[in-house]
C-alpha cells in the first residue's frame, strides 16, 4: 500500500483561485506534461525534473508555478482530470431525453470513465483503483453529497426538487456499489445491459419517489 | 490454562478496549497487552504482524459483531418490507451510537478502510442471501429475478446504513418511504406492500 504522494479527491473551489498566479498557460503547459509523462511511467517514477522536461520548461520555472513541487503538480492534475470526468458526465447527462436516460448516461458513463480513465486511473499508479476507492471512501457522506449536488440538475428537468435530489442520490449510490464491488448480472461498461437494470430497478424508485401534489408528468 | 481460542478473543476484546480509549494512530501492542493481561512475547505469538494484524482483526471482530446483532434485531421480520425497515432503522442506530465502528467506516487509515472493502463483497452476498429468502416468499413485480433484487436491496441497504445521506434514517416514516420507492418500487407491485409495521 502507497501511504504517500497520493492527492486527494477534491473539488477546487472559488478560495483556491489565487490572485498572484503566473499566466495560465504555464499551469497547463505542466498539467499537461505531468500527465504525458503519468501515462508513459506511472506516477511513482514521476519526479518533478521529467515534469520539467517534459513541459519544456526549468525546474526553477516550474517551482515558480507550483511552490509546492512534484504533489502540488499532482493535485493539480488530479483537479484537472475530475473536472474533465465531471463535465464529459455532465454531457452525456445534459444530452439524456428522458428520465430513463438521464439515469442510464449517469450510470454508464461515470462507471465507464471511472474504470477506463487512463489518466485517472494511471494517476494513482498500479494500485490506482484502491487508492481511487479509498479517496472515495474515506468520506462516504461527503463523496455522496458532492456527486449528488452535481447531477441533481439535470433530474431537475424530469422531477420535482425533493424528488431531484434523491434520485440523484440513488444514482450515485448505485454507481459507487457497483464500482467498488462489480456484479455479475450489472456490467455497467455496457449501455444495454445498465438499461435493463436501470428500467428493472433504479427507474421504478425514483419515478416512486413523485410526490402526489405537484409533481407533473 | 486458558484455551489458545480463549486468549486470542481476550486479546481482540483488550485490542477493542483500546481502541475505542486512543484510536487507531494511538493504540500500542503495548496497551494490549497490558489490558489482556499477557506479555507482548505471547501477544506476537498470536499477532506476529503486532498491531497492524491485531487492528484488522479488531475490526473484522466488531464488523461481524454488528451483523450478528442486526440479524438477531430483524431475524423475526415477517415480511420483507418489514425486514428492509427494521434493519435500516437498527442498522442506523447501532452505527450513530457506535463511536467506535463509526470511526471504523469514517475516518480510519487506509489500513482499516481495506479490512472493510475486503470484507465488502461477502459481506453483500451475505444480505442479499438473507434478503432472499424474504424476496421468494413475496409477490413480486413481473419479470423480476428474484437474485437480482436480492444483491440491488443489499447494495443500497449497505450504502444507507454506511452512509444516510440525505435520509432522515431515524425517523420510521422516512425509511418506510425510502424503502417503498427507490429500494421496492421496481420489484414488488405496489399493491402487495403491507402497510408500515414499525
Given at each position: 500500500m502507497t501511504a504517500t504522494a497520493v492527492p486527494a479527491l477534491r473539488v477546487v473551489g472559488d478560495d483556491e483561485v489565487e490572485g498572484s498566479a503566473p499566466p495560465r498557460s504555464k499551469r497547463v503547459q505542466i498539467v499537461d506534461g505531468a500527465l504525458r509523462c503519468i501515462a508513459r511511467q506511472g506516477v511513482k517514477k514521476t519526479t518533478v525534473e521529467e515534469i520539467a522536461r517534459e513541459s519544456s520548461m526549468s525546474r526553477a520555472t516550474l517551482y515558480r508555478v507550483f511552490p509546492g513541487g512534484r504533489d502540488e503538480v499532482l493535485q493539480a492534475v488530479v483537479d484537472t482530470e475530475l473536472a474533465r470526468f465531471f463535465s464529459n458526465v455532465a454531457v452525456a447527462l445534459g444530452t439524456a431525453a428522458t428520465l430513463e436516460d438521464v439515469i442510464v448516461a449517469g450510470i454508464h458513463r461515470a462507471g465507464s470513465l471511472l474504470l477506463d480513465s487512463g489518466a485517472l486511473a494511471a494517476l494513482i499508479d498500479e494500485d490506482a483503483w484502491s487508492v481511487l476507492r479509498h479517496a472515495m471512501l474515506d468520506d462516504l457522506d461527503h463523496t455522496i453529497s458532492v456527486a449528488s449536488a452535481f447531477a441533481e440538475p439535470f433530474f431537475g428537468r424530469f422531477l420535482e426538487p425533493d424528488g431531484a435530489r434523491r434520485g440523484a442520490e440513488l444514482v450515485v449510490r448505485v454507481v459507487l456499489s457497483y464500482l467498488i464491488d462489480p456484479d455479475e448480472a450489472v456490467d455497467i461498461r455496457d449501455e444495454e445491459s445498465v438499461r435493463t437494470f436501470v428500467r428493472a430497478f433504479v427507474l421504478p424508485g425514483v419515478e416512486a419517489l413523485r410526490t402526489d401534489d405537484g409533481d407533473e408528468r | 490454562m486458558a484455551s489458545r481460542e480463549a486468549t486470542r478473543q481476550a486479546i481482540v476484546e483488550a485490542g477493542y478496549a483500546c481502541l475505542a480509549r486512543y484510536g487507531a494512530e494511538r493504540m500500542s501492542v503495548e496497551d494490549v497487552a497490558q489490558a489482556a493481561g499477557i506479555s507482548r512475547a505471547t501477544m506476537y505469538r498470536y499477532f506476529p504482524g503486532g498491531r497492524d494484524e491485531l487492528l484488522l482483526e479488531v475490526v473484522r471482530y466488531e464488523y461481524h459483531q454488528f451483523f450478528l446483532r442486526l440479524y438477531d434485531?430483524?431475524?423475526?421480520?415477517?415480511?420483507?418490507?418489514?425486514?428492509?425497515?427494521?434493519?435500516?432503522?437498527?442498522?442506523?442506530?447501532?452505527?450513530?451510537?457506535?463511536?467506535?465502528?463509526?470511526?471504523?467506516?469514517?475516518?480510519?487509515?487506509?489500513?482499516?478502510?481495506?479490512?472493510?472493502?475486503?470484507?465488502?463483497?461477502?459481506?453483500?452476498?451475505?444480505?442479499?442471501?438473507?434478503?432472499?429468502?424474504?424476496?421468494?416468499?413475496?409477490?413480486?413485480?413481473?419479470?423480476?429475478?428474484?437474485?437480482?433484487?436480492?444483491?440491488?436491496?443489499?447494495?443500497?441497504?449497505?450504502?444507507?446504513?454506511?452512509?444516510?445521506?440525505?435520509?432522515?434514517?431515524?425517523n420510521p416514516d422516512e425509511v418506510a418511504r425510502l424503502v417503498r420507492s427507490e429500494l421496492l418500487a421496481g420489484i414488488v407491485p405496489p399493491a402487495s406492500l403491507t402497510v408500515r409495521q414499525i
Open positions: - | 434485531a430483524v431475524k423475526d421480520c415477517e415480511t420483507l418490507e418489514e425486514v428492509i425497515e427494521r434493519g435500516l432503522l437498527v442498522g442506523h442506530r447501532a452505527i450513530e451510537e457506535h463511536e467506535v465502528l463509526q470511526m471504523m467506516l469514517r475516518v480510519e487509515p487506509a489500513a482499516l478502510e481495506s479490512a472493510l472493502l475486503v470484507e465488502s463483497a461477502p459481506t453483500r452476498a451475505q444480505v442479499a442471501d438473507f434478503l432472499l429468502v424474504y424476496l421468494e416468499r413475496h409477490e413480486l413485480a413481473d419479470g423480476v429475478d428474484p437474485r437480482a433484487a436480492a444483491s440491488y436491496l443489499a447494495r443500497l441497504v449497505l450504502s444507507y446504513m454506511q452512509a444516510p445521506g440525505q435520509w432522515d434514517l431515524s
